[in-house]
Every structure is written in C-alpha cells, then in structure tokens.
C-alpha cells in the first residue's frame, strides 16, 4: 500500500466486502419474495440459516480489511515517523491476534445461529488460552516489558549504557522479546530479555551528557 489518509485506506479495502454484502441482501430480497412462499419451513429454515452464515463470514471479511488498513496504515505513517522499530515488529503480532479473535467470534455466532450449544466450546477456548497463557507467561512477559521500555525510554536506540551485569555497551536494537547490545571494550554482541532490563538499574551515560551540553 502507498502512504496516504487512514479514511482512504478503509474506504479502498472495504470497497469490495461492501459490494458482496449488497449482493448478498439483493439475492436474499429476491429469495424472500420470489421463492420464500412456495418452498417448504423446513427448506426455507436451512436456507435463512445459510444467508445469515455467508453474509457473516463477510461482515468478518470486512472487519479484517479495516483492521488490515488500520494497522498498515500506522505501520506506514506513525511507527516509521517515531523511529519506534519495537513497533513495528509488535504489529504482525498484534494483527494475527486480531484476525485469530475476530474469526473466533464468528465462529460461535454462526454454531449457534444452527443450534449448536456453544457453552462447551468456549470454556474449552477458556482453558485452552489459560493453559497458554501460563505455558508462555515468560514470552509475554519480556514482550509486555519491551512494551513498557519503549514507552518510558530508559535507553534509546544509539545510546551508551551500563548493563545490570556492569558491561557498558551501546544500544543496537530493542526487539520484542529480547535486546541486543554490543560491548564497548571487546565488540561483543550481547542479548539480554527485556523483562531482566525492566527489572534492574540501568546506567545511561548518553542521557547524562545530553543533560550537560544543554
């Protein structure tokens, strides 16, 4: 996608799920009308479920598109802009969670607009996100910590500092789960997790001579 206003990027992505969910309703204005008297309740029950099961999965189509284009959109035009490269790693992430919630929901919607009882799925969906949410407490906690340090700015990017485990090192990137570093005195890459950075003092020599030159 080329840079441009966020308005214009979900109108052009919207554009087409628009188009089919109009279709849709015109066929099924023409169905109620025209075939809907002269089938029998049974066919016509499948039929009303199977037009609200479509126009669903393309209102999630939909859906998907604006969050594509959000998301496409900050990447392009805010993350680049603040040199936040944390950002714009975390943003696939973020995506796939979106897109995995919201197929979800659709999911149930339509199981239950068939009359399948729902109740057992979502708390095996309940169980099953606790279970990884526990297996993965350490990966969400270094990515929740990675999170918090771009945000209070500890350390930059370019910036001189001393380690917990009393290295100094320049700052060479602040990843989502892990940042590396390498070492002033033998040029060794070091790769620390953000939550063990969050956690403990870190010395920044850059920000204490920028505070004497002004």
């Known amino acids: 996608m080329q840079k441009g206003t966020l308005g214009l990027k979900i109108l052009k992505s919207s554009l087409s799920p628009l188009i089919i969910v ?41 859906f998907q598109r604006i969050m594509s284009s959000v998301f496409a959109w900050y990447s392009q035009n805010i993350a680049i802009k603040t040199e ?9 992430l973020l995506k796939r969670i979106t897109n995995i919630i919201i197929w979800i929901i659709a999911l149930l919607v339509i199981l239950s607009n068939f009359g399948i009882n729902i109740n057992a799925l979502v708390a095996t969906l309940g169980v099953s996100s606790l279970a990884i949410a526990l297996a993965a407490q350490d990966t969400i906690a270094n990515i929740i910590s990675g999170f918090l340090i771009m945000i209070d700015r500890p350390f930059r990017i370019g910036d001189e500092i001393k380690l917990p485990s009393g290295e100094k090192v320049r700052v060479l990137d602040i990843g989502i789960r892990r940042s590396r570093f390498i070492n002033l005195e033998d040029k060794a890459v070091i790769i620390v997790p953000n939550l063990e950075l969050s956690k403990s003092k870190i010395v920044n020599f850059t920000y204490g001579k920028e505070r004497e030159e002004a």
């Open 22 to 62: 109009i279709l849709i309703l015109i066929l099924h204005f023409i169905y109620s009308f025209r075939l809907k008297p002269i089938l029998s309740e049974e066919i016509t029950k499948v039929i009303s479920k199977g037009f609200f099961a479509i126009l669903a999965l393309v209102i999630v189509f939909f």
């Open 84 to 92: 936040r490269r944390f950002v714009s790693e975390i943003l696939p």
